[in-house]
T-cell receptor
Framework: AQSVTQPDIHITVSEGASLELRCNYS??????LFWYVQSPGQGLQLLLK??????LVQGIKGFEAEFKRSQSSFNLRKPSVHWSDAAEYFC????????????FGTGTQLKVEL | DAGVIQSPRHEVTEMGQEVTLRCKPI?????LFWYRQTMMRGLELLIY????????DSGMPEDRFSAKMPNASFSTLKIQPSEPRDSAVYFC????????????FGPGTRLTVL
């Protein structure tokens, strides 16, 4: 079965600084990978996804993520963080033929200092 | 589009009572997912439906939990009898099509069992 690890529970960055959130997955083949964001009191929203092809994927709100097969990683990045980016971020993995079933990581809480 | 609608938004009940959570997916979406989010266990998939048919209920914690989808526009998650450890935020999400299209999440129901 597939699994996802997000090693950082909390991260604090200053507004305007760059951001990288880590995600490692476990899956025997090429996975489907996702990043979702959850603002306080709300449901999750898709930021970006990777299925195949170019390993650097662009998402909404200026986020990008890079798939690295050799490291089993799919880290999320943003060059300059805005205070409104404070939220919880979830990495998720799906298996081919998995019927849209996702396995989510435990999340990383991002705090942005002004 | 109103998005995924969940009701109630907050529910406080006493141990042993029956609890029913409701979800209206986005019109035209053919997949519906129920998730539970807690601090300890993160975001867990409980069950999901395709065209109103339950596909995978392996995440349902025990027989006290049941879910139904009588038609394409309505689903319920029932807990009977409820226990304090069921306290969590329950999310419903819907998706159109296959191949891991975006899941659209509702705002969640915060359940507190005293």
């Amino acid at each position: 079965a597939q699994s996802v690890t997000q090693p950082d529970i909390h991260i604090t960055v200053s507004e305007g600084a760059s951001l990288e959130l880590r995600c490692n997955y476990s899956y025997g083949a090429t996975p489907y990978l996702f990043w979702y964001v959850q603002s306080p009191g709300q449901g999750l929203q898709l930021l970006l996804k990777y299925f195949s092809g170019d390993t650097l994927v662009q998402g909404i709100k200026g986020f990008e993520a890079e798939f690295k097969r050799s490291q089993s990683s799919f880290n999320l990045r943003k060059p300059s963080v805005h205070w409104s980016d404070a939220a919880e971020y979830f990495c998720a993995v799906g298996a081919k033929g998995g019927g849209n079933k996702l396995t989510f990581g435990t999340g990383t809480q991002l705090k942005v200092e002004l | 589009d109103a998005g995924v609608i969940q009701s109630p938004r907050h529910e406080v009940t006493e141990m042993g009572q029956e609890v029913t959570l409701r979800c209206k997916p986005i019109s035209g979406h053919d997949y519906l997912f129920w998730y539970r989010q807690t601090m300890m266990r993160g975001l867990e998939l409980l069950i999901y439906f395709n065209n109103n048919v339950p596909i995978d209920d392996s995440g349902m914690p025990e027989d006290r939990f049941s879910a139904k989808m009588p038609n394409a526009s309505f689903s319920t998650l029932k807990i009977q009898p409820s226990e304090p450890r069921d306290s969590a935020v329950y999310f419903c999400a819907s998706l159109k099509g296959f191949s891991y299209n975006e899941q659209f999440f509702g705002p969640g129901t915060r359940l507190t069992v005293l």
